[in-house]
T-cell receptor
Framework: KQEVTQIPAALSVPEGENLVLNCSFT??????LQWFRQDPGKGLTSLLL?????REQTSGRLNASLDKSSGRSTLYIAASQPGDSATYLC?????????FGPGTRLSVLP | GAVVSQHPSRVICKSGTSVKIECRSL??????MFWYRQFPKKSLMLMAT?????????EQGVEKDKFLINHASLTLSTLTVTSAHPEDSSFYIC????????????FGPGTRLTVL
């Protein structure tokens, strides 16, 4: 059974810092890996999608990498801003099932 | 833990018909639920926010007349795909936020819709 973990569970950093969020999955047989942002009481907002054949994707200050061999994905946020404060989830597509990570709660302090 | 169910898990329908998908929070109340759609080999995208007792809020590009959402009770939201076409074939997932923490969401198992 595929399981996804995220480390750390929570993170608090001062504004301007670069940071890395980690996502690990137990089964490397995932089709794609997607990172989402979740604001309190809101639906998930898609940030980046990495297909199985890809190693990384970039969008603005965000960069996500995928290493299937080690079962890991990282989300790198450069020059963090208070507006980046949210919960970040990684979601893996394994066959026809989605597996959701528990999320990392990020607080960026002004 | 809290559980969200979806029914049906799979549905096949003919083009032009309407299909209803149910999302239920089994042991907690949810004034808000979210509906997502996944295109084959592509990403999972938020379609709309379902609000109990009021109109749903749709994301940009989602046709509200085609994807009717009704949040009739605190434990049930329905998504009706009207006049379905093959391009509506997709995987639909709902979620509901935890009552204890809006940072936590519980996801349903999904419904795979195939329109012939």
């Amino acid at each position: 059974k595929q399981e996804v973990t995220q480390i750390p569970a929570a993170l608090s950093v001062p504004e301007g810092e670069n940071l890395v969020l980690n996502c690990s999955f137990t089964d490397s047989a995932i089709y794609n890996l997607q990172w989402f942002r979740q604001d309190p009481g809101k639906g998930l907002t898609s940030l980046l999608l990495i297909q199985s054949s890809q190693r990384e994707q970039t969008s603005g200050r965000l960069n996500a990498s995928l290493d299937k061999s080690s079962g890991r994905s990282t989300l790198y946020i450069a020059a963090s801003q208070p507006g980046d404060s949210a919960t970040y989830l990684c979601v893996g597509l394994n066959g026809q099932n989605f597996v959701f990570g528990p999320g990392t709660r990020l607080s960026v302090l002004p | 833990g809290a559980v969200v169910s979806q029914h049906p898990s799979r549905v096949i329908c003919k083009s032009g018909t309407s299909v209803k998908i149910e999302c239920r929070s089994l042991d907690f109340q949810a004034t808000t639920m979210f509906w997502y759609r996944q295109f084959p080999k592509k990403s999972l995208m938020l379609m709309a926010t379902s609000n109990e007792g009021s109109k749903a809020t749709y994301e940009q590009g989602v046709e509200k007349d085609k994807f009717l959402i009704n949040h009739a009770s605190l434990t049930l939201s329905t998504l009706t795909v009207t006049s379905a076409h093959p391009e509506d074939s997709s995987f639909y997932i709902c979620s509901a936020p935890s009552q204890a923490s809006t940072d936590t969401q519980y996801f349903g198992p999904g419904t795979r819709l195939t329109v012939l």
